[in-house]
């Protein structure tokens, strides 16, 4: 006797959980995807608009996700993979996103919201959104046009950007495209002098927020990355020569630095000691991208920076199996508000970003969903999204009850019990 329709489904839901727990396939698009195939109350219409449903263009987005299913379809395996990956297990690189769910917020009802007030100010500039666009490195990977379509994104959308020293395009034509300085992430790559030489350029176009990124220093372990490359079956090299999409000879801010061969970062390079003489050196703001516990941010305060970032680099730095969001009030705290504490890494909702912001960050970091857009649909992919989770935002204050950012605290959220 054959199998009925509701045993079927019992036993498909029991296998795709069980491939949803294989870190083999545990690219966020397949953990969302077996979740949803998973439910109890799971309908077949649902399932095949999960599994099929992929957009034809920008407008027809709902949310941010509809954008990965578009970019994972337009990039080949090696460049997907390189998007979509974290390290290891990937434990970090999902946590980051299912910690949100251990938030609430309480909504408020009959405040007066007809209008909000959104805008934040941080280092001398208006933003009219706590949401910037995070550094990503080679984004030519994902669309032609790269960095150059985001800048003009960015622009369009009066957007802060900030731009990865591993960028295809250099500081000062995505400056030109932008309309005004970005901000620059500095990686330190072959000791002082090239870190010295980059932030010095930096300062010279005119981007004076450097923010010196720490957490991928020790080295990481991109398996997934390394499968999908596999899988692609194209030698890498030849688009990207020895080292692959991360090989320093193909960035434009590493032009005229001494550097070994394939060389990205090393913990001999940079330590507390260099943190302490860049800040000397550098006359603009100084931020540390990368901390995740409160002695490193009382520390931070020490050598004098301006500023923190909150981020395990997507869950793409190490496999602590912690989420910034939950060791962002903490931070806060250590901080005391003395300088501003930003936050990225798994940030895909607009009730994310209120999430953070009611725990004390000043602004939050966006990263794989803006490039989701550049990779289905350039400029007009980048520009929905940040349009999407401002929207989202706006609507999350409104049922919250709060008219400006000021008024979001941490009443505003409120911890909830851990679901299994």
Known sequence: MGLTGPAIRHQRRAFL?????????????????????????ADPLRERVVRDYVIKSARDAINVFDFEAAARKALPPAHWGYLSSGVMDEVTLHRNQAAFREFGIPPHRLADVEKIDTKVTLYGETMPSPIYLCPVGGQRAFN????????????????????????????EDVN???????????????????????????????????????????????????????????????????????????????????LEPGAFAGPKWVDWDFVARLREDVKGKLVIKGIMTAEDARRCLKYGVDGIVVSNHGGRADESGIATIEVLSEIVAAVKGKVPVLIDSGFRRGGDVFKALALGAKAVGIGRPYLWGLASFGQEGVETVIDLMRAEFALTMRQAGVASIKEIGRKSVRMLPRVP
């Open 17 to 41: 959980k069980y491939l949803a727990a294989s870190p083999i396939l545990a690219s966020s698009g397949f953990k969302a995807f077996a979740a949803e195939f998973g439910r109890d109350d």
């Open 144 to 171: 032609p046009q790269g960095e150059l379509a985001v800048a003009a994104a960015a622009k369009s959308r009066d957007a802060v950007m900030m731009l990865s020293t591993a960028s295809d395009t250099s500081l």
């Open 176 to 258: 030109a495209a932008l309309g005004r300085p970005a901000w620059f992430q500095l990686y330190v790559i072959g000791g002082w002098t090239n870190g010295e030489s980059l932030a010095a350029r930096a300062a010279l176009a005119g981007s004076d927020v450097i923010v010196l990124t720490v957490d991928i220093l020790a080295g990481r372990d991109l398996e997934w990355q390394s499968r999908m490359a596999v899988i692609d079956g194209r030698d890498c090299t030849s688009c990207h020569g020895e080292g692959g999409l991360l090989n320093t000879a193909h960035f434009p801010m590493f032009q005229g630095l001494a």
